[in-house]
């Protein structure tokens, strides 16, 4: 899937597409630029457009969250639900 994230906001964030595991190691890293070689992690400056890739296995329920600090607390993070 073509992922397209515009921000619109003054200010930095990232998209982080993942398991809980995946969001757990971010919210507690020290890793603040994604230059989008992984699928699913990009950071997306403020102003700009970016696009990413992810590949859903099948159904389910992914989540999804910027970890810039504070963001992931302030609500910055929903889920994707993917059907069959």
Do not use: K
């Not at 994230?5 to 919210?27: F, K, Y």
């Not at 997306?44 to 696009?51: D, F, K």
Request: glycine share 14%.
């Amino acid at each position: 899937m073509r992922i397209v994230v515009r921000n619109t906001d003054p200010i930095d964030h990232e998209l982080i597409v993942g398991d809980q595991a995946t969001q757990d190691r971010h919210e507690l890293g020290t890793d603040t630029h994604h230059d989008g070689s992984v699928p699913g992690q990009i950071s997306v400056p403020a102003g700009s457009v970016v696009v990413t890739t992810y590949r859903f296995d099948g159904p389910g329920r992914l989540l999804y969250g910027c970890h810039l600090p504070g963001h992931w607390a302030y609500g910055m993070r929903g889920t994707i639900e993917v059907r069959a």
